[in-house]
């Protein structure tokens, strides 16, 4: 099993809070490697042309459009590398932290949330172990999720035709087999956002008078 960390590289605060998440999964014997973010500069309108994917779907209110597309990008990528590698991925988003040991599942089936929620209300599973996804009725947060080389595929496959932020594509709607595990073991520890507008941050569990959007 691979783990991955989506890491802006030009922005300190990024890779400052990316090393906490490398150190955090230190502690529970997880090798995190950084991953080089998609970043607006790289113009991810082109990017999503040349792979086929609409763009429509990250014109929304809660999000900065390029940020949010290319943040949507980074995901994409790994599930590209993921199939290439035919093994098993973790994937974080730099504000994430391990906080808990990681099972080593054998038989979850394509895409299972690990993180805990980040914002809004959610419900708790009620089974320790491997749910279907239960917090919300898509993942709630892209901050922590493991991946087989058969449901990136399935992720991929769907990106062609119905693209959104990541968390909001990631599903239930879009793909009724995707599967949470509980006790979460991964939180979002965030106090900045370089993808949301305000209105984005709002429902956030971490936002208040400190946070920033950069």
Same mark, same amino acid.
């Given at each position: 099993?691979?783990?991955? %960390? ?54 929304? %209110? ?13 995901? =994409? ?17 730099? +504000? ?18 690990? *993180? ?27 901050? *922590? ?21 990541? +968390? ?12 949470? =595990?509980?006790?979460?073991? %991964?939180?979002?520890? +965030? ?24």
């Amino acid at each position: 099993m691979k783990s991955f %960390v989506i890491t802006i590289m030009s922005n300190e605060r990024s890779v400052q809070v990316a090393d906490r998440c490398i150190k955090s999964g230190a502690k529970y014997g997880i090798d995190i490697e950084k991953f080089n973010a998609i970043v607006p500069e790289k113009h991810p309108v082109a990017i999503a042309e040349k792979l086929g994917i609409p763009i429509d779907g990250f014109k929304e %209110v809660y999000s900065r459009f390029e940020n949010c597309l290319a943040a949507f990008l980074s995901h =994409y990528h790994l599930w590209e590398q993921c199939v290439l590698d035919n093994e098993t991925y973790t994937i974080f988003e730099h +504000d994430a932290v391990v906080v808990a040991h990681i099972p080593i599942f054998k038989s979850f089936k394509h895409a299972m949330n690990i *993180g805990a929620p980040s914002y809004g209300k959610a419900q708790t599973p009620m089974i320790l172990g491997v749910n279907p996804l239960t917090s919300k009725r898509y993942f709630p947060g892209a901050h *922590g999720y493991m991946l087989t080389p058969a449901g990136a595929k399935m992720l991929i496959s769907k990106a062609k035709t119905s693209a959104a932020p990541t +968390d909001v594509f990631m599903s239930l709607q879009n793909f009724p087999t995707l599967q949470e =595990y509980y006790p979460w073991a %991964v939180e979002a520890r +965030d106090s900045f956002t370089t993808i949301q507008k305000q209105a984005g941050c709002l429902a956030k569990h971490s936002y208040g008078e400190t946070y920033d959007i950069i």
